[in-house]
T-cell receptor, first 111, second 112 residues
Framework: SQQGEEDPQALSIQEGENATMNCSYK?????LQWYRQNSGRGLVHLIL?????REKHSGRLRVTLDTSKKSSSLLITASRAADTASYFC???????????FGQGTRLTINP | DAGVIQSPRHEVTEMGQEVTLRCKPI?????LFWYRQTMMRGLELLIY????????DSGMPEDRFSAKMPNASFSTLKIQPSEPRDSAVYFC??????????FGPGTRLTVL
């Protein structure tokens, strides 16, 4: 079974709005990563947050991690059409290098 | 930096044929991963190598699948014989230790 489960499965918003995606997991982790996948392409790493961190920023991205709730959120501010993609969380619960990916959130930014 | 290179990008074959997918990781990376992505099952880790040695192949579906990494700059994933249910996008990724993984563009495999 998938360790990470993203919510919602699909999200459609207007350009300029903020997009929030959530990820829940089941067991203890050392870190959690978020990846983006554009249609027909490979995954691209966005950000890594360690279990002792609560929040991390990278440009328009903000990631939070709540280990007590075993959940993480990815916020994309001031969305752009180019942000249209699928977003996946991945955890290392099964080993430092053995990432387990969720099913992803498909984000659509409407111009 | 060329990134992770995979070939071929597309492969169409008939059931029963042998399929070989190839991957060149990023120079200097010591870990290599093979994933399979389908609509039904999402992204699944098939096998990964550290320093050319297979560490975990528990995700390999069955004996028809095999993977090798003869040196630090090349890996293959072979399916023999192929079946229609093997149709998927196969990704190779590499990393330096337990950090972010860099994915290749994938090979879209269609088995008729």
């Amino acid at each position: 079974s998938q360790q990470g489960e993203e919510d919602p499965q699909a999200l459609s918003i207007q350009e300029g709005e903020n997009a929030t995606m959530n990820c829940s997991y089941k067991t203890s982790i050392n870190n959690l990563q978020w990846y983006r996948q554009n249609s027909g392409r490979g995954l691209v790493h966005l950000i890594l947050i360690r279990s002792n961190e609560r929040e991390k920023h990278s440009g328009r991205l903000r990631v939070t991690l709540d280990t007590s709730k075993k959940s993480s959120s990815l916020l994309i501010t001031a969305s752009r059409a180019a942000d249209t993609a699928s977003y996946f969380c991945a955890t290392d619960a099964e080993g430092a290098q053995k990432l387990v990916f969720g099913q992803g959130t498909r984000l659509t930014i409407n111009p | 930096d060329a990134g992770v290179i995979q070939s071929p990008r597309h492969e169409v074959t008939e059931m029963g044929q042998e399929v070989t997918l190839r991957c060149k990781p990023i120079s200097g990376h010591n870990s290599l991963f093979w994933y399979r992505q389908t609509m039904m099952r999402g992204l699944e880790l098939l096998i990964y190598f550290n320093n050319n040695v297979p560490i975990d192949d528990s995700g390999m579906p069955e004996d028809r699948f095999s993977a090798k990494m003869p040196n630090a700059s090349f890996s293959t994933l072979k399916i023999q014989p192929s079946e229609p249910r093997d149709s998927a996008v196969y990704f190779c990724a590499s990393s330096l230790g337990a950090h972010e993984q860099f994915f290749g563009p994938g090979t879209r495999l269609t088995v008729l």
